[in-house]
């Protein structure tokens, strides 16, 4: 079993930052997927980046180079630095794990990964 606990989430203008993290528990191997997820109210969940658990790191083109990957190996943290913050980035974000053998990282869907944290709402104005 995995758990993932999400925070850093808040209120912010255009153009600011937040850094958001994601605590994970229990069996967390090598080389796990890791992926970012967003979602607003009526619309599906949407996969914004990913961390194939071997240093490759995907972005949809909406946040590339505004927004990074990071882990803290040691702590089992990883974090979603988001620069450039756009209206349009307001939404709950998820973290999720998929399990081992899911297949390709960046190819993985909403349904292929297996754990989930809370979310935390990350709220952008302009």
């Known amino acids: 079993q995995v758990q993932l606990v999400e925070s850093g989430g808040g209120s912010v203008r255009a153009g600011g930052s937040l850094r958001l993290s994601c605590t994970a528990s229990?069996?967390?191997?090598?080389?796990?997927?890791m992926g970012w997820f967003r979602q607003v109210p009526g619309k599906e969940r949407e996969r914004v980046a990913t961390?194939?658990?071997?240093?490759?790191?995907n972005y949809i083109d909406s946040v590339r180079a505004r927004f990074t990957i990071s882990k803290d190996k040691a702590k089992n943290i990883l974090y979603f630095q988001m620069d450039s913050l756009k209206p349009e980035d307001t939404a709950m974000y998820y973290c999720?794990?998929?399990?081992?053998?899911?297949?390709?990282?960046?190819?993985?869907?909403?349904?292929?990964?297996?754990?989930w944290g809370q979310g935390t709402q990350v709220t952008v104005s302009s």
């Open positions: 999720a794990a998929a399990s081992p053998g899911s297949g390709l990282c960046w190819l993985l869907r909403s349904d292929d990964f297996t754990y």
């Open positions: 229990g069996n967390i191997r090598k080389g796990t997927c």
């Open positions: 961390d194939n658990g071997h240093g490759i790191t």
